[in-house]
């Protein structure tokens, strides 16, 4: 069993910025896939960043178009946890964000975390 627990949303002004910390718990989750997912109110949830081990001291990150340029995902795998720097903020960016840990067989999702930016 894998625990995901999501801290670090808040309230932030348009161009300003954020940082998202995740912390998971469990064996072996340093070689799993972990990242973010967002939902805004109204819309399906959909994919933001992701890290992937590769190696020992290696991860592989991919992000989404909106996302790219603005948000860097870091990954400790020695502390079990990942987090999303989050620069530029735009409006469009409000929504609750949601750590994932995805295993060889399932995938396992934080509480979510609220990020509100206004212009």
């Known amino acids: 069993q894998v625990q995901v627990v999501e801290s670090g949303g808040g309230l932030v002004q348009a161009g300003g910025s954020l940082r998202l910390s995740c912390a998971a718990s469990?064996?072996?989750?340093?070689?799993?896939?972990m990242g973010w997912f967002r939902q805004a109110p109204g819309k399906e949830r959909e994919f933001v960043a992701d890290?992937?081990?590769?190696?020992?001291?290696?991860?592989?990150?991919d992000y989404a178009e909106s996302v790219k340029g603005r948000f860097t995902i870091f990954r400790d795998t020695a502390k079990k946890s990942a987090s999303l720097q989050m620069n530029g903020l735009k409006p469009e960016d409000t929504a609750v964000y949601y750590c994932?840990?995805?295993?060889?067989?399932?995938?396992?999702w934080g509480q979510g975390t609220q990020v509100t930016v206004f212009s």
């Open positions: 890290t992937r081990w590769i190696g020992p001291g290696t991860v592989d990150a």
């Open positions: 469990g064996r072996a989750v340093s070689r799993y896939r």
């Open positions: 994932i840990v995805q295993t060889t067989t399932d995938t396992y």
